[in-house]
Protein backbone atom coordinates (compact mmCIF):
# COMPACT_ATOMS: atom_id res chain seq x y z
CA UNK A 1 0.00 0.00 0.00
CA UNK A 2 1.46 3.80 -0.89
CA UNK A 3 0.37 6.64 0.90
CA UNK A 4 1.26 10.09 -0.46
CA UNK A 5 0.23 13.81 0.97
CA UNK A 6 1.00 17.37 -0.77
CA UNK A 7 -0.11 20.53 0.36
CA UNK A 8 -0.28 23.83 -0.10
CA UNK A 9 3.82 23.88 -0.14
CA UNK A 10 3.91 22.01 -3.32
CA UNK A 11 0.99 24.89 -4.72
CA UNK A 12 -1.57 21.86 -4.94
CA UNK A 13 -3.95 22.76 -2.35
CA UNK A 14 -5.22 25.55 -0.18
CA UNK A 15 -3.76 26.46 3.34
CA UNK A 16 -4.60 24.09 5.69
CA UNK A 17 -5.43 21.00 3.04
CA UNK A 18 -4.20 18.60 1.94
CA UNK A 19 -4.31 16.01 -1.09
CA UNK A 20 -3.85 12.56 -0.13
CA UNK A 21 -3.28 9.41 -2.08
CA UNK A 22 -3.96 5.70 -0.75
CA UNK A 23 -3.39 3.31 -3.13
CA UNK A 24 -2.70 -0.71 -3.63
CA UNK A 25 -2.81 -3.57 -6.16
CA UNK A 26 -6.33 -4.57 -5.69
CA UNK A 27 -6.04 -8.19 -4.47
CA UNK A 28 -10.21 -8.88 -3.89
CA UNK A 29 -13.10 -6.93 -5.50
CA UNK A 30 -13.33 -5.11 -2.56
CA UNK A 31 -10.67 -2.26 -3.02
CA UNK A 32 -11.90 0.09 -0.49
CA UNK A 33 -11.56 -2.55 2.11
CA UNK A 34 -8.67 -2.97 0.75
CA UNK A 35 -7.58 0.68 1.43
CA UNK A 36 -9.66 1.52 4.55
CA UNK A 37 -6.16 1.08 7.16
CA UNK A 38 -4.38 3.88 4.67
CA UNK A 39 -7.21 6.21 4.89
CA UNK A 40 -7.74 5.67 8.53
CA UNK A 41 -4.51 7.18 9.00
CA UNK A 42 -5.17 10.05 7.07
CA UNK A 43 -7.96 11.43 10.19
CA UNK A 44 -10.83 13.29 8.82
CA UNK A 45 -11.15 13.32 5.13
CA UNK A 46 -13.37 15.71 3.30
CA UNK A 47 -13.98 14.13 0.11
CA UNK A 48 -13.02 10.62 -0.64
CA UNK A 49 -12.74 9.52 -4.70
CA UNK A 50 -11.96 5.51 -5.33
CA UNK A 51 -11.11 4.46 -9.07
CA UNK A 52 -9.70 1.22 -10.44
CA UNK A 53 -7.46 0.60 -13.45
CA UNK A 54 -6.46 -2.25 -15.14
CA UNK A 55 -2.82 -2.43 -15.77
CA UNK A 56 -1.77 -3.36 -19.16
CA UNK A 57 2.26 -4.50 -20.63
CA UNK A 58 2.99 -4.73 -23.96
CA UNK A 59 2.93 -8.21 -25.81
CA UNK A 60 4.34 -6.62 -28.83
CA UNK A 61 8.09 -7.35 -29.81
CA UNK A 62 9.83 -4.13 -30.28
CA UNK A 63 12.71 -5.50 -32.18
CA UNK A 64 10.05 -6.85 -35.08
CA UNK A 65 7.96 -3.72 -35.55
CA UNK A 66 10.33 -0.69 -34.15
CA UNK A 67 6.91 -0.39 -31.50
CA UNK A 68 7.84 1.21 -27.96
CA UNK A 69 4.91 1.04 -26.19
CA UNK A 70 4.94 1.53 -22.17
CA UNK A 71 3.32 -0.14 -19.19
CA UNK A 72 0.30 1.44 -17.15
CA UNK A 73 0.62 3.21 -14.08
CA UNK A 74 1.10 0.62 -11.21
CA UNK A 75 0.19 1.66 -7.64
CA UNK A 76 3.19 3.26 -6.62
CA UNK A 77 2.74 7.19 -6.08
CA UNK A 78 5.85 8.24 -6.46
CA UNK A 79 6.31 6.95 -9.83
CA UNK A 80 9.40 4.70 -9.82
CA UNK A 81 7.97 1.95 -12.17
CA UNK A 82 7.02 4.66 -14.41
CA UNK A 83 10.56 6.23 -14.59
CA UNK A 84 11.83 3.17 -15.14
CA UNK A 85 10.06 2.38 -18.33
CA UNK A 86 10.44 5.21 -19.68
CA UNK A 87 14.35 4.90 -19.25
CA UNK A 88 14.09 1.35 -20.65
CA UNK A 89 12.36 2.88 -23.91
CA UNK A 90 14.94 5.22 -24.07
CA UNK A 91 17.53 2.49 -24.37
CA UNK A 92 15.30 0.29 -26.69
CA UNK A 93 14.60 3.18 -28.88
CA UNK A 94 17.98 4.69 -29.10
CA UNK A 95 20.32 1.69 -28.55
CA UNK A 96 22.16 4.10 -25.53
CA UNK A 97 21.71 3.67 -22.07
CA UNK A 98 20.70 7.36 -20.22
CA UNK A 99 22.91 9.21 -18.47
CA UNK A 100 21.39 11.20 -15.64
CA UNK A 101 24.66 11.74 -13.83
CA UNK A 102 25.47 15.40 -13.59
CA UNK A 103 28.79 16.76 -14.16
CA UNK A 104 29.44 19.01 -10.94
CA UNK A 105 32.09 20.87 -12.37
CA UNK A 106 30.21 22.07 -15.44
CA UNK A 107 27.47 22.82 -12.85
CA UNK A 108 28.78 24.76 -10.62
CA UNK A 109 31.12 26.58 -13.15
CA UNK A 110 27.49 27.66 -15.03
CA UNK A 111 26.55 29.05 -11.31
CA UNK A 112 30.17 30.86 -10.95
CA UNK A 113 29.24 33.23 -14.30
Known sequence: MYLFCCSY???????GKYIAF???EAETDQPEIEL??????????EETFFDIYDIYEPINKHEENNCCISTS?????HF?????????MYTR????????????SAASAAVEE
Open 9 to 15: SHNVAPK
Open 80 to 88: ESTVQDVIN
Open 93 to 104: ITGKVLDLSVDL
Open 73 to 77: YDAST
Open 22 to 24: VST
Open 36 to 45: KPGIELLGPV
